[in-house]
Structure formats: structure tokens, C-alpha cells
């Protein structure tokens, strides 16, 4: 906002310092000065002005604050309360609905108005400004804009039909014509000023071409009103146009200036133009009440770290218009009660008034002290920690990290084939901003499967082997919110089932990094009756697996149903396997077990096993275990084969047993003696050892 250096000087009573030492001082205490720069014999100042602070929008209110920041007073400009003569003219009935379009409208009738040129130091006060003059009595509403901040404007009274004013919202596609003979097709809620069925004011924008001032204009109506500002910025946001007054309108006037504006304007009417006041409107329907805030000296020392002296307070506070009484306190602290002027809309609360002080106090001065706070360890993130170490561990097996969104809807309803019971239980977005994301999802496997589809023509035969860590969201019977990881593997060159157990792999492997051991799988349906199994329906019944560690249930692992596979048009089988990273981080732990290196030689055998296909491998190395005696210390399934030399419904599971005798060296008889004890147990199950 542009303000004049010489006008600036008119009101504040100590002599200005030199134009660059002014905009230092108003940049360290009050607003960031953008420019500044010499103009005829006088100079301009570019100052932004804070959007909360439209009394500083003006000359007088700039004033202000530089009369504060210097320790000098204010000179206020000339103004005249009129009386009001004989009405020789009808009276002027204005309404506003509803009250909250205008929080105060003021308004003088004048009579025997002449209209001229304006003076020559108000044109060239004006033209500094960048404001073209019109005539005096126009010229006189722009002046008392820039002086107090107040915009005005000038109706002929005779124009004005029946002499009747209504304020009121506009209704969508009213038009209205302005000044500068533009038409306006209105948004609703636009703020208008009618006659008698006429528009005749975009209100707190721009004046109506049908109510303007002409040469022959006698007698008028000066406005000063506080238009709602909220309306006002939408109004000129819709239509693209703006005025000086539009702006100050947005930035939410304070009412009390009114009346102010009024006597000043009629004060310079007087002296350029003549005229009568014949009457006067004042529609104040809710004034606002001083506020008293009170609060103890002793505050500043905990705001500034600095002792500022009450009187010094005290002076500033004065300075800037606020009223003040004090009290001494119990603890020989100063009390004040303060009340901020009727201009300042800002101050609400002491830590508002603390800050005025300090600004004009100068916060150089403000000494720079360490703060004085406990230091402590922060406390280590364990949830973030394990999705480091799964991510790590993922990321060296092989797999690539995806990030997808968290939203799913109709298509994925639709592709992956959503139960009712899922769809009941997914969370529901209030205001989805695409028809396609109306709800959160609970599972990170349809993203990625659509992630594998999208990507598989760019791999070709390669494996495409992805993951994500995100979080899913369930109703439990209230939305909650879980954190996953999932990872896929989707490979055509593997043997049947073969991406199974690669996936398998993986995730042990994992699970032992992160110090979880003692696994055990479960078939699908054995999930307990509280343990939720999301989107279930997306995984095959007979190749999927629970995967637990002692009684916590950690995840799924397996096959994705073939109804996905063919959704997707993939020719080959899906294998993942997802996990709750909040069961993992629960159970991951940084402690490790080591065993001495083994000081004897040990004995490892294989043997291969012919079972039902139904058979869980982990149920064969299970019984192997059991069979196998003391000295079978370590078994591991190395193949799983199903073909044409085996009877129909079976499968072939293979088995390394690892023979060690402890302290002593096993003998070979003692090792195949425990593999006899295998072979026996096994057929006892009705399981062949296929030779």
C-alpha cells in the first residue's frame, strides 16, 4: 500500500526522519516496507500491511505507528459535527436485510451541493496516490479513504428513485451496471443496493452508473458504511474485478469509523463545495462493547526475558490509543487493565497487548538467551524401526518398494470381487474428492496386484517381485487403523508352487532378522473367531497359510485366488504374503541366541516322504522332529514334488535330518537307527518313504 511522505508528516507531531531511516524504522517495528521513492517534491513509501491490521491501512493509522515507535503524539485532521438545517428535501429511507450484509451504515443527506473541481493540493495529493481526480465531491471520498481508511461514496439523491434504499444480497444473475460502465452479471450473495426495483450500488465494490454524480448534480448522500467483508471478497474473487475499497471491505473494517469519516468529509465539503446536512443515517443495529484485558507486568520478563519499566508501557500503550489503568498486586507486581481502541480488531488477548509493547520496545533489545529446558533421550520409535528393518530386509531379497494409494471403490469392488462382509467392514470416506476412491482400503493386496498388472508387460519373463508398507483400515465395529507390509511375487519360469515356497523363504527370512523364531503355519480356516482375516476372499482356500509365532498371529502367506488372476488376465499364479507390522514389532527384538561352534562332526541324511496333498508340509517336518529323538537337532524341507510317478493325490515331501551326538561323535549306525525310527513312525501315519 502506497502512502505519502509529506501527508505522513502532517500528522504525527515530531519532524520525520530522512525517508530511508523511516522505512528502517517501520521495518523493524511495525511492517516490511517493499519500496520506497522520490515523487514530484514528495516521496512514497510501499508498505505491506499486515491482512489483520486494516487500521494501519490508511495515512492517520500509519501515523499512529510511527507517532508510537518515535515517542510522539498524533495530530488528527480537521473535522465538523454538523446540525442539520431545514428539510427542504423528502426523507431518505434506508434499510438493511439482512443486518448482517452491513455492520453499520451511516449515511448525510446534503442539499445545494456545488459541483466543481477539487482543489489544487487535494488533485495533487491524489495524483501522488496514483488516484485520478474527478470532481470535488468524489475527490473528497477517495481523500478521506486514504486519510482514515474509511471508504465513502457519493449518491445523487435525485437519482435515486422514491428515495428509498434497500441493502441486500443479491439473487444469482441479477446485473447491475457500474461507474465505469461495465454490466456485472451478480453471483448470489453478492451485496447490492436497490432503489425501487433497480440496482443502483455494487455495495463496498463500485458505484451504479444509475446513481453517480453528474455535473448537475444539487444534492447527494454521502455513505460510510462496514459492508459484510467475507461477502465482499467473494464477490470480487467471482467476478474478477476489484476496487481499492473492495480490498479494504475484505480485510474486516471495524464499524466505529463511520461517523468519523462522515464529519471529516463534510468538514472538506464545506470548505470546496458548500452544502447542508439535511439529515443523517445511522443503521448501527449491534455495537461492538470495549473489551478489558487484564494482565501482570511480570508477563513481559516471561515473554521477552527482559525487564521493559511500566512506565515505558505505559507510554506506548498511550501512544497507540489504548486505555489503561494499573494496581499494585499482593506480589508488588503492576496490574494492568487494558482497552484496546475501538480500531484495533486485532487485540483479543494480553499476549496481543504483550506484543504491541514489545514491537515498539524493539526486539533488538530483546536479549539473546539459550533456553533453559530438561534435555532428555528421545524415546526410540520401535513401529518405525521395524518397518526399516523390513524394508531393508525386503529390499535384499530382491523386492521392489511401491507406494500406492490408500483409497479404493466401485472398480475394485468389482475386479478383486469383494465379499458383503468386506464391503461392510471397509471404511466410507464422507466427502471422496473422485466418484472412483470412495473408501479407505483394508488390505495393501488389491494395490498391489493392480501394481504387478500394470508393470508386467515392461518385465517381460522376469520375475516382478514388489511390496509396500502402508496403513489399512478396518471397522472393528469402529474404524481403525493398522500398519501392514505386503509383499508379491508374480514369476512365469517358476515350477508349479514353487513361488510359494520362494515367498515362504522370504518371509522367514525376515521374520528371523527381526528376531522372530519359532514359526508355525496354519490352514486359512483356523483363524480364531476374533482374528480378522481381511479381504479373505482374495486369498486361495487350500494354498494360503496363517502364519503365527507362539499364539500371536503375524500374517498370511500364499496363493491370491485364481479369480484375481484371471480379473488381471495374468497367465500365471500371484504369491504374497502380508503381515501386521504392529504383531512384528511387538515380537522383534534386538537380543540374539548363539550356539559355540560345534566341536563334533555331525551326520545329516535325507529321506523323502509320500503323503496327501492335504498335508501341510510343516505337519511332515513336524513329525519328522518327533520321531527323530534327541539327536535329530535340526531338520529342513528342501523339496516338495508332485508328477505322474506318484499316485494320484499324493505329494512328495523331502526332509534333511541333521544327526549330532552332543559332546561326543555319532556313529553312523546310531544316525541311521534314528532314521529307521522316522521311517516307522511315518508308515504308522499311513505315509510311504519313497525310495
Sequence with gaps: ??????????????????????????????????????????????????????????????????????????????????????????????????????????????KDIAIGPSPLWMRERLETLGINSINNVVDITNYVMAELG?????????????????????????????????????????????????????AGIKGGALSGITNGTKNIILEAAVFDGTRIYKTKKALQYTTAAADLFSHHLNPWGTKEALERAYALLEESSGGVVVQYVDIYQKPRLPKRITFSSRLFFDMFSVH?????????????????????????????????????????????????????????????????????????????????????????????????YSFVGKKEFETFSYAQETRRSLVEILNPSNEQYTHLRCTLLERL????????????????????????????????????????????????????????????????????????????????????????????????????SGTTLLGVVGELHPSVRAA??????????????????????????????????????????????RTPADSVKKEVERAGGGILVKTEIFDVYEGRELPKGRKSVAVHMFFHGGKRTLTADEAKEAALAVERAVREKGWTVRT
Excluded at 428509498?164 to 443496493?193: C, H, K, N, W, Y
Excluded at 493398522?482 to 514369476?491: E, H, I, L
Design 568 to 613: 488381471l488376465s495374468l497367465p500365471s499364479p500371484l504369491y504374497a504374503f502380508e503381515c501386521d507390522m504392529n504383531a512384528l514389532t511387538g515380537l522383534a527384538t534386538r537380543e540374539r541366541s548363539y550356539l559355540p561352534p560345534l566341536q563334533t562332526p555331525g551326520i545329516t541324511l535325507d529321506i523323502a516322504l509320500v503323503v496327501p496333498n
Design 150 to 202: 474509511q471508504p465513502l461514496h457519493a449518491f445523487d439523491f435525485d437519482r435515486v428513485k422514491n428515495h428509498t434504499m434497500l441493502v441486500r444480497p443479491s439473487a444469482q444473475g441479477e446485473r447491475v451496471m457500474t461507474l465505469d460502465e461495465r454490466t456485472f452479471e451478480l453471483p448470489e450473495d453478492s451485496i447490492v443496493i436497490e432503489d425501487d426495483g433497480r440496482l443502483i450500488d455494487l
Design 308 to 404: 521493559i519499566p511500566v512506565s515505558v508501557a505505559q507510554t506506548i500503550l498511550t501512544a497507540m490509543g489504548f486505555g489503561i489503568k494499573t494496581r499494585r498486586a499482593k506480589d508488588k507486581e503492576t496490574v494492568f487493565t487494558v482497552t484496546p481502541p475501538a480500531w484495533r480488531n486485532d487485540c483479543e488477548t494480553a499476549e496481543d497487548v504483550l506484543e504491541e509493547v514489545g514491537r515498539i520496545y524493539g526486539y533488538e533489545r530483546v536479549p539473546a538467551l539459550m533456553p533453559c529446558v530438561p534435555l532428555s533421550m528421545p524415546k526410540e520409535n520401535l513401529l518405525l524401526r521395524a518397518q526399516e528393518a523390513v524394508s531393508d530386509a525386503l529390499v535384499s531379497e530382491g523386492f521392489s518398494e511401491t507406494l500406492t
Design 449 to 548: 496386484a493392480s501394481a504387478v498388472e500394470l508393470n508386467r508387460p515392461l518385465f517381460a519373463q522376469q520375475p516382478l517381485e514388489l511390496f509396500e508398507m502402508g496403513d489399512t483400515f478396518y471397522k472393528d465395529p469402529d474404524p481403525k487403523e493398522y500398519s501392514m507390509v505386503a509383499a508379491m511375487t508374480y514369476d512365469p519360469a517358476l515350477k508349479k508352487n514353487a513361488g510359494f515356497y520362494r515367498l515362504k523363504g522370504v518371509l522367514e527370512r525376515l521374520l528371523s532378522s527381526l528376531g522372530i523364531e519359532s514359526l508355525r503355519y496354519e490352514a486359512l480356516g483356523e483363524a480364531g473367531q476374533k482374528e480378522h482375516i481381511r479381504a479373505k476372499e482374495l486369498w486361495h482356500p487350500a494354498k494360503t497359510a496363517l502364519v503365527r
Design 1 to 110: 500500500m502506497l502512502f505519502s511522505y509529506r501527508w505522513l508528516q502532517e500528522y504525527v507531531a515530531k519532524p520525520l526522519p530522512a525517508l530511508e531511516e523511516l522505512a528502517g524504522l517501520l521495518n523493524m517495528h511495525a511492517f516490511e516496507i517493499e519500496g520506497v521513492a522520490k515523487k514530484g517534491g514528495d516521496a512514497l513509501l510501499d508498505v505491506k500491511v499486515l491482512p489483520n491490521r486494516p487500521d494501519a491501512m490508511s495515512h492517520v493509522g500509519m501515523a499512529r505507528e510511527i507517532a508510537a515507535i518515535m515517542r510522539s503524539s498524533v495530530r488528527h485532521p480537521k473535522k465538523k459535527l454538523w446540525g442539520t438545517g431545514s428539510r427542504a428535501l423528502p426523507a431518505l429511507r434506508v434499510r438493511v436485510r439482512p443486518a448482517g450484509v452491513a455492520k453499520r451504515y451511516s449515511a448525510l443527506v446534503l
